[in-house]
Nanobody
């Protein structure tokens, strides 16, 4: 079994910062990609940022404000969110594309989600 456990969400004022963490645990052989998605009420889930090898991708609207990083030794991914805006309000989900053994193809796993609310 694999678990992704997120932490770090909460309520913050516009212009503030939050740092999300997501730790993957369980039967993990290798992790290809780790990332963060978000879903606001009435909207579809969207990719916020992902990290694979030494490369990163970001949603255009968060470029320059959010930074994704990864601690491979801890199977943990972080999302530093600065200059937060009300439109960043959403449930943020951790995602990992990983193998549980060398004999199976990579599979997507998801965290339970953490609420981020940006409001004055």
């Amino acid at each position: 079994q694999v678990q992704l456990v997120e932490s770090g969400g909460g309520l913050v004022q516009p212009g503030g910062s939050l740092r999300l963490s997501c730790a993957a645990s369980g039967s993990i052989f290798s992790i290809n990609v780790m990332g963060w998605y978000r879903q606001a009420p009435g909207k579809e889930r969207e990719l916020v940022a992902r990290i694979f090898g030494g490369a990163t991708n970001y949603l255009d609207s968060v470029k320059g404000r959010f930074t994704i990083s990864r601690d491979n030794a801890k199977n943990t991914v972080y999302l530093q969110m600065n200059s937060l805006k009300p439109e960043d309000t959403a449930v943020y989900y951790c995602n990992a594309l990983l193998r549980t053994t060398r004999w199976v193809p990579p599979t997507d796993y998801w965290g339970q989600g953490t609420q981020v609310t940006v409001s004055s």
